[in-house]
């Protein structure tokens, strides 16, 4: 088979224009957005297979946006430490790399640019399942002539073979089982036939620390010591995870005070470690079978739900996109006295009555990593705090999205949805004040479940959490 009917066929991949390469083009260009890595990536190797075709070198463009919401010295200091692992790594692989800086609405037009410089013979661009289905289709512009390949290369069942949003993971899940022995192979790294060596280099910035002190950035939320960016760290941590936590994982993750899950999420978030690396070394370690399921539940099925969510439903980042049974339960309640009821400024800051919520609030400003547990019952009580449903919803995205390494991600929506408006839950008796029938999560019931003492202990110590404290 040749190559279109090939990629026609595979459903990573999706194209307008399934045409030859340009026979004028002098390159491949991938157009990197949120698989930032060389190791595993099925957009890169899409590119790589296109070039060595017509023996044409492959060429990595990512456009730097520092004026994005959220934009914080905590997240590009992590994202360009990723990126430099990965400049490194792709000129290791004899491919280039390229990144500009880009103004907030002008991507397309920085990329097309690009594009008339190196004289592109087609393009490849990873899906980013936050935005549109069709997103992608914004790069057509700058290739006329050229094929465009869009390549979901950041999940391991792709989006478009399940279809449509899923209402749980009860549902999902056969779905996924049915086609997972197909798409959970090795993606593989090619050699490429010709390697990147213009005869006059474009200009390119250098992922390093300098240009990190340049960049127009929220200073005020400040880089963490805790976790180094880059497929490098995150191999090391999937080995130091797979040998010391997954053998008690089914256990030990729900214990916050013991860090016993992999702390692969912000990895995960910036697509610097594929997940069929993870779920596929997973799979072959030498570990309980209770735990690789335990541990393959949550990457394979949890996340990709999560996906599922992102990508079908416009609404996932609000309350809006949760089911119509939950809206009229919160519906029936929304006029519940609310005490205490706190302002989002005295939540940042760790400030309220209930030590554990503020140890988990502590932990994500200070750590910029909350683990799973805390993190239900963290959303749960702001929606009991807040004036209503819609606030809390909100709320928690934003805080969310500030301070998680991880924030900004389909998980991020999917498990606030879930705290807040029932989302993948079902409805949960006995009724109650503000939650209605959303299932509930009490202090003393949580606490209770691991040793919350050592955890609030953790992180009670310290400056004070909240703006003032921030780096
Ligand atoms: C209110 C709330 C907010 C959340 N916000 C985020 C977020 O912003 N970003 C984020 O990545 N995750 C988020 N999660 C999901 C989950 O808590 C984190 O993915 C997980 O705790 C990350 O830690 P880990 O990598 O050690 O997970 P592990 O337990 O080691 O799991 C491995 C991977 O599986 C996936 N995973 C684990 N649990 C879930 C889950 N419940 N739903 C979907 N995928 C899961 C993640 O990709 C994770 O990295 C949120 C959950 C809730 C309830």
């Known amino acids: 088979m040749d190559l279109i009917a090939q990629f026609a066929a595979d459903p990573r991949l999706a194209t307008d224009r399934a045409a030859p390469p340009d026979p004028a083009g002098r390159c491949v260009v991938y157009w990197m957005r949120s698989a930032q890595r060389a190791l595993d990536n099925p957009a890169l190797e899409t590119a790589i297979a296109i070039a060595n075709q017509i023996a044409q070198p492959v060429v990595v463009y990512f456009g730097l946006r520092p004026q994005v919401a959220h934009a914080s010295l905590r997240h590009f200091a992590f994202m360009l430490e990723g990126l430099a692992d990965t400049a490194a790594r792709l000129v290791h692989r004899k491919i280039g790399f390229v990144m500009r800086l880009v103004d907030r609405d002008r991507a397309a037009d920085e990329f097309a640019r690009f594009c008339a410089e190196v004289r592109q013979a087609a393009i490849v661009v990873d899906r980013t399942p936050l935005r549109a289905a069709d997103g992608w289709r914004a790069v057509i512009p700058a290739a006329p002539g050229a094929p465009v390949w869009c ?45 990147w060596a213009p005869a006059r280099a474009p200009a390119t910035l250098e992922p390093s620390r300098e240009l990190l002190a340049a960049l127009p950035l929220d200073r005020s939320v400040g880089a963490v010591s805790g976790f180094r960016g880059g497929t490098t760290e995150a191999l090391a941590r999937l080995g130091r995870f797979i040998a010391q936590r997954l053998p008690d994982y089914a256990t030990a993750r729900n214990a916050p005070d013991q860090d016993g899950t992999s702390q692969l999420s912000p990895y995960l978030h910036y697509g610097q470690i594929a997940p069929h690396t993870i779920a596929l070394a997973v799979r072959d370690a030498a570990a309980p079978a209770q735990d690789i399921r335990a541990f393959s539940e949550e990457l394979i099925v949890r996340r990709e739900l999560a996906i599922n969510f992102a990508a079908w439903n416009p609404r ?82 934003r805080l969310n999205d500030r301070y998680e390494l991880d924030g900004r991600d389909p998980n991020g929506y999917a498990g606030i949805a879930w705290a807040i408006g029932g989302k993948h839950d079902r409805a949960w008796g006995p009724e109650r004040p503000i939650y209605g029938t959303i299932r509930y999560m009490s202090a003393a019931r949580t606490g209770r479940k691991f040793n919350s003492r050592a955890y609030i202990a953790r992180w009670s110590d310290g400056p004070p959490a909240g703006p003032r404290a921030r780096r």
């Open 316 to 397: 996932h980042a609000t309350l809006d996109g949760c089911e119509p049974w939950a809206l009229r339960t919160l519906a029936r309640h929304a006029r519940d006295r609310r005490a205490p009821l706190y302002r989002e400024r005295e939540l940042e800051n760790a400030a309220t009555h209930d030590p554990l919520w503020n140890a988990a609030q502590r932990q994500m400003i200070e750590a910029g990593w909350m683990h799973g547990y805390p993190r239900m019952y963290w959303a749960k009580k702001i929606l009991e705090w807040s004036r209503s449903a819609r606030a809390a919803f909100a709320v928690a995205v």
């Open 151 to 195: 390549v979901d290369a950041n999940v391991i069942v792709p989006i478009a073979v399940i279809g449509r949003e899923h209402y749980a993971a009860r549902t999902i899940r056969p779905r996924m089982a049915a086609v997972l022995e197909r798409f959970l192979v090795p993606v593989g790294n090619r050699r490429v036939r010709v390697a």
